[in-house]
């Protein structure tokens, strides 16, 4: 199916004050990139017909860590709220005709196959609002999905306006949002700030959407772990041992053996040829070629560096910008650094 016909939305303007930084909070690097390129990724895989990203805090630093991406930007003044960060972008979106896909730029984690199903499904479904959820053992920090007694999706609690029994239901909002683009913007101004942090929610669409008879579909991902929102450096680091052991495992299933995968850090920048054997505590950063049957023994750390076919890397080794011919055998402890 072709998303040509959907804007895709990413709200990158909040400072995220649980980070304790200066920086801009999507510009925090999960598995080597910031995280909202990343989500940036996911959505050129997906082939929208046009991305806007709606940056804030340090914006200038959000659109320079971004030049080499095809999208535009929308610059809200005052962190006034998800909905309020939506609304700024009425002026870019006044035309469009069609879905309009929202996400968080804090969510590196959601595969770009998930975001096409939930597309299919909105379309499909002809829904005018579709709202992402998934299902977790403790809930807390993330909206929840409140539904009637005949299980009609009714509204979105936020956690700080939840009751406690509200706060007992494990189906969460995942943040993602099909949305039809004339209905967005029509209940976006009907939102009103009579809430905890006197915000615009852009969840209270859902229940606009209800009050007004307009049934909202739910779909539901399968996997919790893709809709990890990150907030502090405890999460940062959830994200980014998430995002390697993927790659490893694409790395094993491909052919090549990690002996305590969780011992190492591959950068996927690495390209690594089958019957390969990688040993604990090694890690292989920057555009690395490494051919195939090469074994790396513990303690090595290569950057940018050609390993030819069938060579040997000693224990306690680090190479970086270096070539390393095919049948080689690099003694323990080397140290050849290009340009030193």
Do not use: W
């Not at 909070?25 to 046009?50: A, C, N, T, W, Y």
């Not at 030049?67 to 609304?87: D, E, I, W």
């Not at 950068?267 to 090469?294: F, H, M, N, Q, R």
């Amino acid at each position: 199916m072709e998303y040509s016909s959907v804007a895709g939305l990413v709200l990158a303007a909040g400072k995220g004050t649980r980070m304790k930084s200066d920086r801009p909070k999507v510009l925090h690097e999960v598995f080597f990139s910031p995280m909202i390129h990343h989500v940036l990724d996911v959505l050129q895989s997906v082939s929208l017909g046009r991305n806007i990203v709606v940056a804030g805090h340090c914006h200038q630093l959000v659109e320079e860590s971004l030049r080499g991406y095809p999208v535009s930007f929308v610059h809200q003044a005052q962190q006034l709220g998800t909905g309020h960060a939506v609304l700024a972008c009425e002026g870019e979106l006044r035309l469009h005709q069609g879905p309009v896909l929202i996400m968080c730029g804090d969510t590196p984690l959601v595969r770009a196959d998930t975001i096409r199903q939930f597309l299919r499904a909105h379309i499909e479904s002809e829904a005018l609002l579709t709202v992402m959820t998934t299902k977790v053992v403790e809930p807390a920090n993330y909206g929840r999905i409140v539904s009637d007694e005949q299980g009609n999706f009714v509204k979105i609690v936020e956690e700080k306006d939840a009751t406690p029994a509200q706060k007992e239901i494990g189906e969460i909002n995942a943040g993602i949002y099909g949305v039809d683009a004339q209905f967005l913007f029509e209940a976006l101004h009907r939102v009103g700030v009579n809430n905890m942090q006197g915000e615009i929610y852009l969840t209270d669409i859902v229940e606009i959407a209800t009050s007004d008879g307009v049934q909202v579909q739910k779909f539901c991902c399968a996997d919790s772990e893709e809709i990890l929102g990150v907030n502090s450096r405890r999460e940062l680091a959830q994200a980014h041992a998430i995002l390697q052991r993927r790659y490893l495992v694409a790395l094993m299933e491909s052919g090549v053996t990690i002996i305590q995968p969780e011992s190492v850090t591959i950068e996927k920048t690495v390209a690594i040829g089958k019957d390969s054997e990688i040993y604990p505590c090694t890690s292989l950063t920057g555009t690395c070629k490494v051919g195939a049957g090469v074994c790396i023994d513990s303690f090595v750390k290569i950057h940018d560096c050609k390993i030819g076919d069938f060579a040997r890397i000693g224990s306690f080794t680090h190479l970086q910008q270096t070539n390393i011919p095919a049948l080689s055998i690099v003694a323990p402890h080397t140290v050849e650094i290009q340009g030193r």
